[in-house]
T-cell receptor, first 115, second 113 residues
């Protein structure tokens, strides 16, 4: 299943399928991006990050792709499991090294995994 | 468990009152951040401290203030509370002050009645 960025805040997939969550970021000068997972009643949980000098980074069952040309970020989750059901946020650092981090979050995508 | 501890978990207070939220960062992290999460505004960056000094400021109201103490714990003070201040307040910490993953606590849910 695939979401269409910030305009489609929900994504429903079948267990075992791959999920793709998309995010359009706003600042072409942003040099650092993070994906977070937030479950109900908990704080955002770090999933994976990527710097602007890379276009792909892989973790355990997750891959982040960065396309700076169109200011687009995506999170791919392989073999989605019910425990992956949560809200997923992308975040970009809109700060400067001299002035600190200003991690700015997108609106989030609700991922629902159906058994 | 992120290692970031926030207290209290829940807080109910009346308009006009003042509250203090507390945060202990992960062991070894020097930078602390405060975020507000409400249904209509999403996650909003409030302020960042690094090793006791303010580093970056976001959309923090003048009625709100924060500080980071020598032992690196931080407090967020909210005064003259309004109904619209009801939200989840998250603290996060990171090892470095820039381009470093933030690790969030589980938040303090503030309800202003």
């Amino acid at each position: 299943g695939e979401s269409v960025g910030l305009h489609l805040p929900t994504l429903s997939v079948q267990e075992g399928d791959n999920s793709i969550i998309n995010c359009a970021y706003s600042n072409s000068a942003s040099d650092y991006f993070i994906w977070y997972k937030q479950e109900s009643g908990k704080g955002p949980q770090f999933i994976i990050d990527i710097r602007s000098n890379m276009d792909k980074r892989q973790g355990q069952r997750v891959t982040v792709l960065l396309n700076k040309t169109v200011k687009h970020l995506s999170l791919q989750i392989a073999a989605t499991q019910p425990g992956d059901s949560a809200v997923y946020f992308c975040a970009e650092n809109m700060g400067l090294e001299t002035s600190g981090s200003r991690l700015t979050f997108g609106e989030g995508t609700q991922l629902t995994v159906n058994p | 468990d992120s290692g970031v501890t926030q207290t209290p978990k829940h807080l109910i207070t009346a308009t006009g009152q003042r509250v203090t939220l507390r945060c202990s960062p992960r062991s070894g992290d020097l930078s602390v951040y405060w975020y507000q999460q409400s249904l209509d505004q999403g996650l909003q960056f409030l302020i960042q401290y690094y090793n006791g000094e303010e580093r970056a400021k976001g959309n923090i109201l003048e009625r709100f203030s924060a500080q980071q103490f020598p032992d690196l714990h931080s407090e967020l003070n909210l005064s003259s509370l309004e109904l619209g201040d009801s939200a989840l307040y998250f603290c996060a910490s990171s090892a470095h002050p820039y381009n470093s993953p933030l690790h969030f606590g589980n938040g303090t849910r503030l309800t202003v009645t």
